[in-house]
């Protein structure tokens, strides 16, 4: 008779636990389906591990957008081919438009491409790591830029979008294609994947906002723009 018992004691408080987790689950769904913010969780996601400080120090051979010597960076590890890391683009634009241009906030971009899920994402890292090669900076962003607002994501890009891209950008065709083509950055891209890992990123978009004092704070997923600028505000002040 014990067992059962304890069965009896225990399906109440599960009771309460399953209806409490059906009301938080309508209350998101709801939410979203109303037009509020809400956040994305990474593609690919599972339970966060890893040691923030692994992270790959911040050099001039990064990708940067804005002030290198910007008080606040942040570092994002990015899947081109992630739907989450094209909306989440479009939100570290808006960062950039309203912390960059007076020199608060910098952007780094690091490659992450999730091969199981997207086996596209590789060889479109490759595409704009040249842009970058063969452009410098700007080409680099404009590349990127222009990848992530055509992708329909999900694997879906078409392989030659990535030689119309570099004409839409103005980069020379043949070398881009020669550069396309070669391994020059596959060590590049295989080790910002690892440090994406080391770091506790086991999804796309993984981010750590680098406050003045050196503290590092996550930010997993395709965080709305209010979340991201809140955290923003929060490492501002962390000198």
């Keep these: 008779m014990e067992p059962q018992l304890k069965q009896n004691n225990l399906a109440i408080p599960l009771a309460i636990v399953i209806a409490g987790a059906l009301i938080a689950a309508a209350v998101y769904f709801g939410n979203a389906g109303a037009g509020g913010a809400s956040a994305l969780q990474p593609q690919g996601a599972e339970q966060l591990t890893g040691d923030l400080e692994q992270m790959k120090p911040i050099s001039a051979d990064d990708h940067i957008r804005g002030n290198l010597n910007a008080p606040v960076k942040i570092v994002e590890y990015s899947d081109p081919e992630c739907p989450f890391c094209k909306r989440f683009h479009d939100t570290m634009k808006q960062v950039m438009n309203e ?11 690091r490659n992450f491409p999730l091969d199981q899920l997207h086996p596209k994402a590789r060889s479109e890292a490759t595409a704009i790591e040249c842009a970058g090669e063969l452009g410098g900076n700007d080409k680099f962003w404009a590349y990127a830029d222009r990848l992530y607002e055509v ?4 694997n879906g890009l ?22 396309l083509t070669s391994d ?6 295989e080790d910002d994947v690892q440090n994406a890992v080391a770091t506790g990123g086991n999804g796309t978009p993984w981010s750590i906002v680098v406050a003045p004092s050196g503290k590092k704070y996550p930010l997993s997923g395709a965080q709305p723009y209010e979340s991201v600028k809140q955290l923003i505000e929060i490492a501002l002040k962390d000198k």
């Design 184 to 189: 020059t950055f596959a060590q590049h891209i």
């Design 151 to 154: 992708t329909p994501s999900n």
């Design 99 to 109: 912390y960059g241009k007076d020199g608060k906030v910098a952007w780094v971009y």
């Design 158 to 179: 078409d392989p030659m979008e990535l030689h119309n891209i570099a004409q839409y950008v103005g980069l020379d065709m043949t070398k881009f294609n020669t550069c």
